[in-house]
């Protein structure tokens, strides 16, 4: 059972360079979602997915792009890197169905990936 | 926005119950009561929800208040692998669909051997 597998798990990279997180779930999951988590904070919303093809902003937007080509990977790309994006990015992913879609399908995490910029 | 409260830290012993607060005094009558918890370098981890009535499995119990403006998780006999930070969270299908994942700074829970 492998859930939500995250790409790399440990990256270093200096300002400006660019790179591309990658999240895969095997469950067969409608929606999924891109978090990160400062020291001593909860987890942030960046951007999260509905179904392949569709993407949505989150509570921290800025910085970041999402694409969903394919329903069971989410990828979270950052174009510039700046040192205010290092932090740890959670992958999340749950099924939508039902009258409440997906509110109430519990989130399935990643172990994260541990991200500093320099 | 309907929010939750929650101690920043608790202590507890080994194999004891834990009672865990969460105060969401403007809850609205569709918000769903979620828990979570997050364990050392990993991701978070579904612990338990619900709406009015009280509710149990295997990992936990939920406790609703009846005016529903408070909710207690409960362990009912903590071990060491329970310490764990725990999210509180209200999760509502009337509000902004992305509003509903956003995870407060929640309890970190110690566990004493």
């Known amino acids: 059972n492998a859930g939500v597998t995250q790409t790399p798990k440990f990256r270093v990279l200096k300002t400006g360079q660019s790179m591309t997180l990658l999240c895969a779930q095997d469950m067969n999951h409608e929606y999924m979602y891109w978090y990160r988590q400062d020291p001593g904070m909860g987890l942030r919303l960046i951007h999260y997915s509905v179904g392949e093809g569709t993407t949505a902003k989150g509570e921290v937007p800025d910085g970041y792009n999402v694409s969903r080509l394919k329903k069971q990977n989410f990828l979270l790309g950052l174009e510039s890197a700046a040192p205010s994006q290092t932090s740890v990015y959670f992958c999340?992913?749950?099924?939508?169905?039902?009258?409440?879609?997906?509110?109430?399908?519990?989130?399935?995490f990643g172990d994260g990936t541990r991200l500093s910029i320099l | 926005d309907a929010k939750t409260t929650q101690p920043n830290s608790m202590e507890s012993n080994e194999e004891e119950p834990v009672h865990l607060p969460c105060n969401h005094s403007t809850i609205s009558g569709t918000d769903y009561i979620h828990w979570y918890r997050q364990l050392p370098s990993q991701g978070p981890e579904y612990v338990i929800h619900?709406?009015?009535s009280n509710v149990n499995n295997r990992m936990a119990s939920l406790a609703i208040a009846e005016d529903r403006k408070s909710s207690t998780l409960i362990l009912h006999r903590a071990t060491l692998r329970d310490a764990a930070v725990y999210y509180c969270i209200l999760r509502d299908v009337t509000r902004d669909y992305g509003q509903n994942f956003v995870f407060g700074p929640g309890t970190r829970l110690s566990v004493l051997p």
């Open positions: 999340a992913s749950n099924r939508g169905w039902g009258p409440t879609t997906g509110i109430n399908q519990p989130q399935h």
């Open positions: 619900g709406l009015t």
